[in-house]
């Protein structure tokens, strides 16, 4: 019985230890271009759940959610542009939000396409780094928040490029 007992609590720690790094802590490895040249394709990240399930990421921040397009379904990383309310427009290669030219230092390219919308409540508008190479909101539309699946907060492989974000 006692052998049972320790079994039990075994499993109720790797339980407890799994559920903390589902919503604060989970790997994602990075696949693709479209992040650079933040980040790399084979990068790993860590992403935080808790931050998008509780609205604590802003613009700017890079995030992860969940698509489902012609090419099936996948999680794509991808950097907050706009959230609800903000008005983004995309002209001459430029970015604005709420009519403010957003500096870019992190952008590869200047951003192709015409866009001017405001992003509806639940919503946000996202954009990669790549732009050039990069399937995001001026393509798919507004991501929902509901397919949020983390907020990036942890370069950790390769390890000469370890950063916090």
Known sequence: MEIIKEWLKTIAYAFVIVLALYFFAWPVTIEGESMEPTFLDGDKVVTSRFFTMTGKYDTGDVVVF????VDGE????????????????????AVYRNGVL?????????????????????????LGDNRNHSYDSRKIG?????????????????????KKF
């Open 66 to 69: 969940h698509m489902i397009d």
């Open 74 to 93: 996948r999680d794509v990383i991808k950097r907050v542009i706009g959230k609800a309310g903000d008005s983004i427009e995309i002209k001459n290669g």
């Open 102 to 126: 957003i500096s870019e230092e992190y952008a590869k390219d200047a951003t192709e396409g015409e866009v001017s919308l405001t992003v509806p409540k639940g919503g946000i508008f996202v």
């Open 142 to 162: 507004i991501v929902s928040e509901s397919e949020l699946k983390g907020k990036v907060i942890l370069r950790w492989y390769p390890f000469r490029s370890i």
